[in-house]
């Protein structure tokens, strides 16, 4: 039996599921969205309930979110998702641009943040930057929320650490023996602070971590 979440990155067809519980708001992601190549809106739920029954029954590879629904709230939403269908990817599509917000969202599981008064191209990059395996914050939130998304107190205790010996330099295969993990464990720690910290590239990360340490350091 097939399983229905699983991606589509082989047809190069991003698979795409609006959720949103005004049916004015789909009808313009749509009208938005549908006409560019690449792209296939094959799903559309105005709750969480119809949400997940979609999730379980169809080919999905990235759900645009909005946060506000009556019932389970997006970000919620996108916890379960993020749990249960790990392999479909969110994209948060909010009228709020408040901080909390976004840090809740990237808590949740999603791979980026995108306003709803954000141009088409920008929805576009983020979709596609996202079924990459990226990370998308448009520059007009970054701009808004006046700093860097999210501040690194969104790392566990252990992950701390892993930034810790990623800023001096270590290998996986370091991290791992000076902390007695797997090498697996490692990697996974390091994908979790890039999604967290929003930071896309190992360049980038190695960059925050020799930042954060030293800034760690002064305090």
Do not use: C
């Not at 980026?112 to 920008?122: C, F, Q, R």
């Amino acid at each position: 039996m097939p399983e229905p979440h699983t991606p589509s990155a082989a047809t190069m067809v991003t698979r795409v599921m609006l959720v949103d519980d005004h049916p004015l708001v789909r009808d313009g992601l749509r009208a938005r969205l549908e006409a560019v190549p690449g792209l296939q809106i094959v799903a559309e739920a105005s709750s969480a309930g119809e949400a997940l029954q979609l999730a379980a029954s169809q080919l999905i590879d990235l759900a645009l979110m909005d946060i506000n629904m009556r019932g389970v709230n997006g970000i919620e939403l996108t916890a379960t998702l993020h749990s249960q269908y790990p392999e479909i990817a969110v994209l948060i599509l909010s009228m709020h641009d408040k901080s909390e917000y976004v840090i809740q969202s990237i808590r949740a599981g999603a791979r980026g943040y995108v306003l709803k008064d954000a141009p088409s191209e920008d929805i576009v990059q983020a979709i596609e930057t996202v079924r990459r395996g990226g990370i998308y914050y448009s520059a007009a939130l970054a701009g808004r929320l006046g700093g860097p998304l999210p501040q690194p107190d969104l790392l566990t205790l252990r992950e701390r650490e892993v930034l810790k010996h990623i800023a001096n330099g270590e290998s996986n295969k370091q991290i791992a023996r000076e902390l007695d993990l797997s090498v697996r464990t490692v990697e996974t720690h390091r994908l979790n602070i890039k999604r967290k910290l929003a930071i896309d590239g190992q360049a980038e990360l190695i960059k925050f971590a020799v930042e954060w340490q030293r800034l760690e350091g002064r305090g």
